[in-house]
T-cell receptor
Framework: AQSVTQPDIHITVSEGASLELRCNYS??????LFWYVQSPGQGLQLLLK??????LVQGIKGFEAEFKRSQSSFNLRKPSVHWSDAAEYFC????????????FGSGTRLSIRP | GAGVSQSPSNKVTEKGKDVELRCDPI?????LYWYRQSLGQGLEFLIY????????KSGLPSDRFSAERTGGSVSTLTIQRTQQEDSAVYLC????????????FGSGTRLTVV
């Protein structure tokens, strides 16, 4: 069965510090992986996506993610966080071969310490 | 349109009443999805449309929930005899269903059942 695990419910980092948000997935076919961000009271915004090719993908707002097939992971990173990065982050997995549903993790809430 | 449009943005209804939520996808997008996000929770898949048909409606929580899509465009999610546990943000997404598509989300409808 498809599933996405985000083991960290809430993370607090200092402004300017580096960030890594963890995501592990379980998927029977070639996965199509996403990271979305949801700011308070806002909709979901796509940060980046991965379906093939270079396993390190660059996204918007200075975020990047690395796909590691052997570990079934797709962790999100940012070298230096800004106060405006405080939000909820969701990892998701879908089927590359079709436009069927994508399954979301439960999210990681990121707080920024001044 | 330029983005996925959902209406109303907020809806307060009395327990037992029926409600209709509307989603207008990006023009030309053949695939449309409904998700539900309860307070502090992740996104729960409800139903997926490809054109006017629904190949996957496995996430509809009960027979009080139904959805339709007409003309391969606008979709309506109907909740009959609303209950307090139906209170949530209902999100709609669409994609082109081709190639390396991304799922674009609307801003959601916040439903409150009192």
């Amino acid at each position: 069965a498809q599933s996405v695990t985000q083991p960290d419910i809430h993370i607090t980092v200092s402004e300017g510090a580096s960030l890594e948000l963890r995501c592990n997935y379980s998927y029977g076919a070639t996965p199509y992986l996403f990271w979305y961000v949801q700011s308070p009271g806002q909709g979901l915004q796509l940060l980046l996506k991965y379906f093939s090719g270079d396993t390190l993908v660059q996204g918007i707002k200075g975020f990047e993610a690395e796909f590691k097939r052997s570990q079934s992971s797709f962790n999100l990173r940012k070298p230096s966080v800004h106060w405006s990065d405080a939000a909820e982050y969701f990892c998701a997995v879908g089927a590359y071969s079709s436009a069927s549903k994508i399954i979301f993790g439960s999210g990681t809430r990121l707080s920024i310490r001044p | 349109g330029a983005g996925v449009s959902q209406s109303p943005s907020n809806k307060v209804t009395e327990k037992g009443k029926d409600v209709e939520l509307r989603c207008d996808p990006i023009s030309g997008h053949t695939a449309l999805y409904w998700y539900r996000q309860s307070l502090g929770q992740g996104l729960e898949f409800l139903i997926y449309f490809q054109g006017n048909s629904a190949p996957d409606k496995s996430g509809l929580p009960s027979d009080r929930f139904s959805a339709e899509r007409t003309g391969g465009s606008v979709s309506t999610l109907t909740i009959q005899r609303t209950q307090q546990e139906d209170s949530a943000v209902y999100l709609c997404a669409s994609n082109s269903g081709q190639g390396t598509y991304g799922y674009t989300f609307g801003s959601g409808t916040r439903l409150t059942v009192v």
